[in-house]
Every structure is written in structure tokens, then in C-alpha cells.
């Protein structure tokens, strides 16, 4: 992911080989070869043969330490309570004239796992984003404004109430704070007990209660490893985003910017596919900055429920293109929610939609798989 004009630059910012860990010389080592080979007719939001491989090998490599950390870490719950019982016998406290038996010593303990294994998962994913990053020389060579784009979502997501806060603290230099990843494999791992709880709860008559225990160990591993996807996905959306709305919006720009047939309808299609009401999506913030800033758009200009009426009515020309618009906004962030496929099945069914399921949803492998998006 290697612009032209940029090339003799990122051959030149080797990455400093300043670490000592295995994991740490693996990842310099496929960096280097990744920065060493030139990509003459690379496009910048498309990932080479090396890039792929490269991406690929983190990916495998920080979903397979989540799930042995998962497992590791059940592993250490359970079996210690089955070698040394004594040591988490309950406490015995009495309150109000009652005695209660409580079991501190175990919870105390089952409080210090999650803590190392949340820091671990932090470490982990964050050296994960971080190969991710670095290999396509992001932010550098994507978002000049990155940072500012970040404290921007932050606001927004506060401002919004909405979750979109856990998707803060993937920053490759591990230089924002991390409380939005904190909070987000927290609520996991408590997503992952309470499932083993149940599959316990049912398994415990037929099989005793040790090997129900043992049966809870891959639900940890699982929930870690769709954890750590969602961690890693989010990265490289971040990573394609920038570079791929540049490009997008500049081709709309060279054949639409002075029509006012086209104008006036932008604002309303993203308000239709929901766009303007997620400013704390990373890519759904950037396509609508870049849009506004490129077209001098601005966000009362947007009527909601006009897009339906007024699309239709435009020619045909015009159509195709919101067409793209729409398809592209609803795919940049690399999710099909459940209501944009709810509006894409809308504009099918008023024949404003030429793409068919099948064509979007191969778009969306394809940009998912880092050959971009391509509408």
C-alpha cells in the first residue's frame, strides 16, 4: 500500500529494530521485506502480494496467542481451585448478627486473571495493529489529520451516547489512552463467563462438575479470538479508509463537483443510509468530512426522507452515481449493518438499485480481503 510519489520516502523509513522480543524481530523481519520491494503499479488502498502475506501471518499469529490465552487462562481459574481447595476456602464474615460465607479468596483471584488477561489482550492486539499500521505506513502515508480525527470521534461518541467508544485506543503507537479497548474486552470476557456459566449449568448433570469446568476452556478461546478479530478488523479499516475516500471522492468530484443536480442530493443520501447519525464511525467521519469539505456541503442542508422522493427523479447519469455513493457508504467501514441492508433492499424495491445482493456483497469480500473498494 505504497503511493508512487511516496516510494522513495517509505524505502528510506526503515522501522528501527529497537526490540528484543521473538515476536517483535518476526514482524520487523516480514516489515523490512514488505518495505524493500518496490510496487510500481501498487494502487495505495489495495495490499500487494507482501503486504497481504505479511498482514495475513499477524492476523494468524495475534488470534492464535488470544485463544491460548484463553484457554491458559481457564486453565489457571479452575485447576489451582482443584490442586490447593484450602487455599480458596470461603471467609466467614458476620453482618447485622448473620454470619455469611463468602468467597472472597476465589473472587480476589478471579479479579487478578481478568486484570493480567485484559493487559495481555491489550499487548497482544496492540502489537497486532500495530504491523498492521506500520507495514502500510499508516497514518503517515493515509491521514495527515488522523490525530485530530480521533479526538474528533471521541467527542463525538460522548456527545452520542453511543457505543462507538469501544472502538478507541487502537493506535499503533500505543500513545492514546486505552480505555476504550479496556472496557471492550472486559465486557468479553464477561460475554465468555457467562456462556461457559450456562454450558456448565447444562453439561454438569451428565458429566461432573471438573469436566464441565474443562468444557468452558474453547468458549473462552472463541470469545478471545472474536474479540481480537473485531480489534483487528477495525485497524485495517482504519488503514484503507483514508486513502480509499480520498481517491472516491475525488472521482466524484472531477464529474459531478459543479452539477447541481448532484449536489444537493449527497447529504441526503448518506442521512438516508444513516451516515450522518454515526459520527463516531472512524470511516463513516472521514467520507462525510472529506465529502462536505470537497463538495462545500453543509449538514442542515439534509432533509431526512427526501432521498426516496427525490433520487428517483434525477437522471439517470446522476442516479448511477448516488447509486455509488450509497453503496460505497454503507460499505466503507467495513460492516453490512442489518439497517443498511434494510435500505439497500428499499432502493431495490423503487428501482433506484442496479447492484444486486450478490455483486455488494462480493465488493464488501473484497475490500474486506484488502483489494478495495471498487464501486
Not at 101 to 120: D, G, K, M, S
Not at 144 to 161: C, G, N, V
Not at 226 to 251: D, G, K, N, Y
Request: one cysteine or more; charged letters at 20%; aromatic letters at 12%.
Amino acid at each position: 500500500m505504497h503511493n508512487s510519489l511516496l516510494q522513495t520516502t517509505i524505502m528510506s523509513t526503515r522501522p528501527p529494530n529497537n526490540s528484543t522480543g521473538p515476536f517483535d524481530h518476526l514482524s520487523l523481519r516480514y516489515l523490512r521485506q514488505a518495505l524493500d520491494i518496490p510496487h510500481p503499479s501498487d494502487e495505495p488502498f489495495v495490499f500487494n502480494p507482501v503486504e497481504y502475506r505479511v498482514i495475513r501471518r499477524a492476523k494468524l499469529t495475534t488470534l492464535t496467542m488470544a485463544a491460548l490465552l484463553g484457554v491458559f487462562g481457564g486453565l489457571l481459574l479452575y485447576l489451582p481451585q482443584y490442586t490447593w481447595p484450602e487455599l480458596f476456602s470461603h471467609t466467614t464474615i458476620g453482618l447485622f448478627g448473620n454470619t455469611y460465607e463468602l468467597p472472597l479468596i476465589t473472587t480476589l483471584y478471579t479479579l487478578l486473571l481478568v486484570y493480567l488477561e485484559i493487559n495481555l489482550l491489550l499487548a497482544i492486539n496492540g502489537w497486532g495493529t500495530k504491523i498492521i499500521m506500520e507495514v502500510c505506513q499508516f497514518p503517515r502515508a493515509h491521514d495527515a489529520q488522523y490525530e485530530r480525527h480521533l479526538q474528533a470521534l471521541a467527542t463525538a461518541a460522548f456527545e452520542k451516547s453511543q457505543p462507538g467508544f469501544l472502538r478507541f485506543g487502537i493506535d499503533p503507537y500505543l500513545t492514546m489512552p486505552r480505555w476504550g479497548l479496556t472496557l471492550f474486552f472486559l465486557l468479553n470476557i464477561i460475554k465468555a463467563s457467562l456462556t461457559a456459566l450456562i454450558v456448565r449449568f447444562i453439561a454438569q448433570p451428565f458429566i461432573g462438575q471438573p469436566a464441565s469446568d474443562l468444557i468452558g476452556l474453547p468458549i473462552y478461546a472463541l470469545w478471545n479470538v472474536w474479540s481480537s478479530r473485531q480489534v483487528l478488523h477495525e485497524a485495517q479499516v482504519r488503514v484503507m479508509a483514508p486513502i480509499t475516500i480520498r481517491e472516491f471522492v475525488h472521482e466524484l468530484y472531477e464529474e459531478w463537483g459543479k452539477n447541481d443536480q448532484f449536489r444537493p442530493l449527497i447529504l441526503e443520501a448518506l442521512q438516508y443510509m444513516s451516515i450522518l447519525d454515526r459520527p463516531y464511525n472512524y470511516a463513516h467521519f472521514l467520507l462525510t468530512e472529506t465529502l462536505k469539505d470537497r463538495f462545500e456541503l453543509r449538514s442542515e442542508t439534509a432533509i431526512a426522507g427526501m432521498f426516496t422522493e427525490q433520487a428517483p427523479k434525477a437522471p439517470v447519469a446522476v442516479r448511477r452515481s448516488l447509486e455509488r455513493l450509497v453503496v460505497f457508504s454503507a460499505l466503507i467501514d467495513g460492516r453490512l449493518s442489518r439497517l443498511e441492508k434494510s435500505r439497500l433492499h428499499r432502493l431495490r424495491q423503487i428501482g433506484f438499485m442496479t447492484y444486486s445482493v450478490k455483486e455488494v456483497r462480493q465488493m464488501s469480500t473484497d475490500y474486506n480481503q484488502g483489494r478495495g473498494l471498487w464501486v
